[in-house]
Structures are given as C-alpha cells and as structure tokens.
C-alpha cells in the first residue's frame, strides 16, 4: 500500500472485502517497526522484504507446516491470500499463493471429500445445493448436513465416550496427534477400534480391536494428485502379500455387510473412478474448480493408460493445463475472491518462567511419519539413529545441557527424551525435536507426548509448532549401546531405550539410573538360552564403570554390548556395525573389537551423512584434509556424496565452510 502497488483495477472488478481488510492490516501492523518488533526482525530486513515483493512483478509465496500449524494458521494463510489479492499477482505464470502440504497426495484426499466438512468432487458440506447434488447423485435417503468432528475432536469425543467406535485408516493417532496421552486413553476406553494398516507393530495396532491389513504405496492402483493439481495414474508394481486388500475393497466389503451393497458394487478402481469423474461435472459449468467429468466414460484400457493431466478438464484430450483464475473468475456467486480481514491473534499458551521455551517439531531428513515403513529400513537409519533435541547454545548452557547428552524436555502434558544437539542453527529461546519415533523404536521420544492441542478453529489444525516447554538433563548411571544380529527384547535396568535398523543388525542406545550386579548376567539373558556353538570375549574395568562384551557364532559377530558411565566415553558405531556383514571375522579384528575401532583409522567411516551412497563423516573429512575436495562439488566427484537427492548437501557445505584455509 505504502509502495502505491495496488493493482486498484484488479482489486475493483475482480475481488470483495478490500476496505475492510486494509483497515484490519493497518491496525495490527501501522508500521514497519511495529511489524519488524512483532516478529523480531530487524527493521532493515522487513524493510528490505517489503520492497523487493512490491518491485518484483513474479512473485510466488510458498508456504508449508509453518504457516498451516498454528492455532491461527487459517487467518496466515488467508494474509498471505490477500498479498496477492490485493496486487493481482494471482492465477499469472509465476505468481500465486503455493501451500505445499505435507502429505503426500493431499490434493487427491480433498478432492474426493477426504475432510469431515468436504462432500466428494470438492463439494462442501455447509452448502444446501451442493448437499442436493451429491445426494441426488447417489440416490441416498439421507445426507449430513453438518460437519463431522476434525481429528482431535473425534478422539475428545471418544473419551467422553460420545463415540463408541472408530475406524482408523492409513495413520497412526497414537503418535501423530498432540496430547497423545488422551488419544492413546480414548483409544484404550473406545468399545471398538478398528485400524487398516499394512504394518502390525505400531502404537496405534496395540490399542486397535480389529485388524485390517491394507495395501501400500507399491502394491496400490489408483489415482494420485499432487499440489499442482496434476493426476497421475499409480500402477502396482508388488503383489499384494497375505490377505491385504485395497482401500476401496475392504470398504466396499464392509459396506455389502451392512446392506449397502447396492450402492458398493464396485468391482475396480477404474468404475470408481467414472463414478467419481461423472459427480465432478453434475451441475457444474465451471461453478466449481473441481471438474473431471470429460474422463467419465474411460473404458478400463484407457484408465488403465491414462497418462498425467491437470484438472479442470474441459476434453479428453488437453492441450494446455487451464490455469486458475487467469481471467479473474474465482468460486463464488458472483465470481469474485473475498479478501478476509484478519486480526493477528497469539498461540494458544505463551512461555512462562515454568515453561520458558518453545518447543518446535517437525520432520528430519530422511524418516517419514511415525516411522512405521522408514524405521526398518538400514539406509535410512543411518544417518539419525536417534531422537534429538536441537538447542542453541545459549539455552544449552543455561539448562546445564552438554552436547550428546539425554535431554527430557517436558510440558504441561507430557514429556519425552531426546538426544542433545547444540547448535546455533537453532533460535535462542526455541528447540526443536523430530515427531518420528514412536513404541517401536523409542521407549518415552513421542514428542507429541509433549505437544499441545490448540487447535486452528476453522481447519483443525494442532498447533503443532508452538509448545512452550522446559528442559533438564535426564541424567543416567550409565550410557551404552548394543549391536544384535537378531531383534531383541530388553527387560529390566533400561529407563531409555532407542532401536535402529542397522545393515545386518539392530543398533539399540540405552540408559539406565540403575547399574546390574552382573552386567554378563544380564546380557546373558537377553541371548536367549541358545549356547551351542558360541564364543564370547568380554573387558570390565569397574573401577572407570566400563563393559564391553562380544558373542560369537560360526565365526561371525553375533551381539556386541559398550557400557560406561557417559556417552561420551563410548566409541563410534559405524565400522563395528559394519562388522556384521562380514561372513567371518579375521582373527585380527578380534583383536581390535573391545576396543571399538580398527587398527587402520581410514576403516572407520564415522557416523553417516549421506545416506544414499552411505558415506560417513570420517570419509569426507578425510578427503576435504588431504586436499582431494575443497567444495561439495569436489566431495560429489571424488566419493559421490550429495550427488542423488542432494538431502546431505547442506550439511557437506557446512563441513566445507568449517575446513580451516590451507
């Protein structure tokens, strides 16, 4: 406004709500430096932003989990909206609002009313005519007319016991929802709990009643939509194994069951789908954005074939994706975008001297989730084996907090532990920690133990990046690591406990405030009774509180267990792991096991970086010290790293920034 970049004739004949919601930003931001102290920024810099966006005509705000997770997500969202709104820069090449969501498929769910207030086709439940026409479509006695609880609603509405069956598909609630002590005594309350999944052990699956054993990405036919509303066909590539069974089949099933079966006649995906494309187009003519009605009548070859295209879809055959909104023309009666006036509000619950800190969570590199799928897999384990907790320096000293140490960071409803890592990467002020671990993999890491469930009032969404919380050292008798070819189940003395796949073995961190008398007892009886053929060798030193034992079986390593008082104090991991794929140890490597490394330093490759290639810390650091590589290019040509999904590379450059100058 200030920079007279308006675009005054877009704003008159093609948008509603200008006035107001000019009037709405000028009370909550009347200037720079009321902006730039509201988000401690310096002035400079907002000043700076403020005038590169109005000078640079393409502009193009992404915006993800940052944004959307918020108990005030939906009025940041609609901002950012009306940014674009308000200077026309909508439905352009290279200009728009862009929210890129974190699931994968979002744009497909919400097509297909996947959201308790959507009908299918993009539909919505609030609107009377659209009820009708989904209604009439279906031929159905009866439709809802109101909204369905969102995700944290439903599983409130449980506990109190208004809900007293619950079908879960695709998602694990018991780790994936803030304040999941409630979901977890909702789900243990709840009279029947049905879970579809294609994987046994979660935490979810431990509190389900029924199981049902789904397909996954590889073994699915179907339809999947990304963000730019591009539908691709996805074809199986894997059978499906055992007794799982598409989505859509275990629900037409359940359905016939019930005497529906009139209306779940499906017999595959490709009748689904003509059903689905034919709702689109019911009464439309472009009233609504979500229009695949020219694919309605594809035979099962041509579903089949189908090749990627953009919706709406004016013919079978598209020549150019139709841009949205390139004449002006938004989904509302009269065909014009409301601007909505938004008044900043703050998150549910400010930090306070009990709770001085904001704890963030979010993803890592490589994990996906609650680690279901990602946590069996060795490559993309290695790089983060554990749960961590990224601390600036600052706070770190304040808590008494040292690097690698265990942290327990606490809120008012719950607490986790987390591995220490400093870093000034992070804000002074807040933490970070990854929502992946979950039952399987972590004994007290689910981080949404510790989150809040504030919630946006129109999406729903948890306020997932704004818990004020406090951190202690959690600080134990003793730190070790064991390396096990075969899973194992650990039983007493361990109040921490991390299990991470490994090549050839399974990698488990732990801790524990009491020391056994006999540490050989206990590993003992963690081996099972199974002695026929073993060899052991084992070091105690209990004067330093060290233990360190190895087991043997045809030659191969079969366990090995490091004990001692601090983390610190334990050797690396990488080449003893990489010891259990090897068919037979040479007698000289024996020697060297106890100890924790190899005789010649260069075995070692130090903890993973790069997980596509698996190449370790040591690795690198060696060539950048030799001289081989003095960029990440340098480090790409000479062992690879960064040069596949280019995930590692921001943490190559920090090595190679670090490299003193020779």
């Known amino acids: 406004h200030h920079h007279d970049k308006l675009d005054e004739d877009f704003l008159e004949q093609h948008t509603e709500g200008f006035a107001a919601t000019l009037h709405a930003a000028g009370l909550s931001a009347p200037s720079t430096a009321a902006v730039a102290a509201a988000c401690a920024l310096s002035q400079e810099d907002v000043v700076r932003f403020y005038r590169l966006f109005a000078r640079t005509d393409k502009v193009l705000t992404v915006f993800s989990q940052g944004i959307n997770q918020s108990s005030s997500g939906t009025d940041k969202a609609g901002s950012i909206i009306n940014c674009h709104l308000a200077t026309g820069r ?39 005519e659209h009820r009708d026409i989904v209604q009439r479509f279906w031929q159905s006695p009866l439709i809802a007319d109101s909204a369905g609880l969102k995700a944290l609603e439903l599983f409130q509405a449980i506990d109190r016991g208004e809900v007293k ?25 709840c009279e029947l709990v049905v879970l579809s999944d294609c994987m046994r052990e979660t935490d979810t699956a431990s509190l389900a009643d029924v199981l049902l054993p789904a397909t996954t990405w590889g073994e699915k036919n179907g339809t999947v939509t990304n963000s730019e509303r591009c539908i691709s066909r996805q074809r199986a590539f894997m059978d499906a194994p055992g007794a799982a069974r598409a989505d859509w089949w275990i629900i037409s099933q359940i359905a016939r069951r019930m005497g529906f079966g ?29 229009d695949i009605h020219a694919l309605q009548h594809l035979s099962d070859t041509e579903y089949a074939q189908l090749q990627p295209l953009q919706w709406p879809l004016k013919t079978r055959v598209q020549s150019e994706p139709d841009r949205l909104f390139s004449r002006g023309i938004f989904y509302h009666p009269d065909g014009k975008a409301r601007l909505t006036a938004v008044t900043p509000s703050p998150p549910g619950q400010a930090p306070d001297d009990i709770f001085p800190l904001i704890l963030n969570s979010g993803r890592t590199r490589d994990h996906w989730h609650t680690m279901t799928r990602t946590g069996r897999s060795a490559k993309l384990s290695a790089h983060k084996p554990e749960p961590y907790l990224e601390i600036h320096p600052r706070d770190a000293s304040a808590f008494c907090i040292t690097e690698n140490t265990l942290v327990k960071v606490s809120s008012p409803r719950g607490e986790a532990l987390a591995r220490a890592t400093i870093t000034d990467n992070q804000q002074a ?3 970070f920690m990854p929502f ?46 064991l390396l096990s070819r075969a899973e194992i189940t650990l039983t007493g003395h361990v109040d921490y406990r991390i299990k991470a796949r490994g ?158 100058a020779a």
């Open 165 to 189: 069956a619950v079908w879960i598909m695709a998602t694990n609630p018991a780790v994936s929802l803030p304040d999941t002590h409630r979901v977890r005594a909702a789900l243990e309350k």
């Open 503 to 660: 090549r050839g073995h399974w990698q488990y961190e732990l801790a524990g405030s009491n020391c056994p008398d006999h540490w050989e007892d206990w590993i003992m009886s963690l081996s099972g009774k199974e002695t026929e053929g073993i060899e052991r060798i084992e070091y105690a030193d209990p004067s330093l509180q060290i233990y360190r034992f190895a087991w043997f079986k045809d030659k191969q390593l079969e366990k090995c267990l490091f004990i001692a008082p601090s983390h610190a104090q334990l050797p690396g991991r990488s080449w003893l792991g990489g010891l259990f794929e090897q068919a037979e140890l040479d007698p000289a490597v024996r020697i060297h096991l106890l100890a924790g490394r190899p005789a010649v330093a260069e075995e070692d490759i130090g903890g993973v970086l790069c997980s596509c290639f698996g190449v370790g810390r040591n690795q690198i650091m060696t060539c950048l010290e030799k001289g081989e590589a003095i960029s990440v290019e340098d480090i790409g040509k000479q062992l690879q790293a960064g040069t596949r999904c280019g995930s590692c590379i921001p943490e190559l450059s920090a090595l190679v920034k670090n490299q003193p």
């Open 436 to 481: 992946h671990w979950s039952g399987p993999y972590a004994s007290d890491s689910v981080v949404n133990a510790v989150v809040n469930p504030f919630t946006d009032p129109l999406s729903g969404q948890p306020e997932f990046k704004h818990t004020p919380v406090r951190i202690e050292p959690f600080n134990m008798a003793w730190q070790a690591f």
């Open 429 to 431: 002020g807040s933490v």
């Open 262 to 290: 009139k209306a779940f006649h499906y017999r595959n995906p490709a009748q689904i789908w003509r059903e689905h494309a034919a709702l689109s187009g019911v009464e439309n003519g472009g009233r609504r954005d979500f």
């Open 90 to 128: 909508i439905g352009k090449p290279g200009m728009g609002p862009f929210s890129l969501t974190g699931q994968p498929n979002a744009m497909g769910g919400r097509e297909v009313g996947g959201l308790s207030n959507q009908l299918a086709a993009h539909m919505e439940l609030d609107n009377a």
